[in-house]
């Protein structure tokens, strides 16, 4: 519930800053652009216990234009590791890579450029919280993940090819095998360094 509250939060403000908008300007990028981002994730294990943990890695991502300053192809990866789970100190490695689709809309804010994307994919988990003898034992090695969410960038200069993620915030779904309802829902936040290939 606080994760997609949250989430409401984030697409409402950057709603309503579009809204507050007179004029429009050029789309931030009309190229391909790649982020190398630190990553936090905010989870929780077992099922019906409040018993919540924080994977923290990195993720890359990839956009190239469909055509259109404001449609992306986008890829991404993302790895996170958590260790000290529960009483028992279970440990976990996430790693999740889905595709989709990411959308910058027709307007900046100064140098501050929004997006929005819809991603799906599959993750991939190892370490004691899935093998052995837990809840959470998985069936498979990989299942179904989505990602759900949109961020903010700040281009360093007006014509530069670098830009600084300010943050990105999504909701990530994964259908681990737990041993009750199979379904994973996870805060991700990330932020860090974007390079625009390509003209101005």
Excluded at 122 to 141: C, I
Excluded at 172 to 182: A, E, I, K, S, Y
């Amino acid at each position: 519930m606080r994760t997609r509250f949250a989430l409401l939060l984030i697409i409402a403000a950057v709603s309503t800053t579009a809204g507050a908008q007179t004029t429009s300007a050029h789309p931030a990028s009309s190229g391909p652009e790649l982020s190398l981002q630190y990553t936090y994730l905010r989870s929780n294990a077992p099922v019906g216990q409040c018993l919540c943990f924080s994977p923290q890695g990195g993720s890359a991502s990839l956009a190239v234009p469909l055509h259109s300053d404001h449609f992306f192809l986008a890829g991404d990866v993302t790895v996170g590791h958590a260790g000290k789970i529960s009483a028992n100190g279970y440990d976990l490695t996430l790693s999740a890579f889905t595709a989709g689709v990411r959308y910058r809309p027709g307007f900046s804010l100064g140098r501050v450029a929004p997006f929005a994307q819809v991603l799906a994919g599959g993750a991939h988990a190892t370490g004691t919280l899935v093998g052995g003898n837990t809840p959470a034992a998985r069936d498979s090695s990989v299942v179904f993940a989505s990602n759900l969410g949109g961020g903010l960038d700040l281009r360093l200069h007006p014509d530069s090819h670098l830009s600084i993620r300010l943050l990105e915030a999504d909701y990530l779904v994964t259908l681990f095998h737990n041993g009750q309802n199979d379904h994973q829902n996870m805060l991700r936040l990330s932020t860090g360094l974007v390079i625009h290939f390509g003209h101005r």
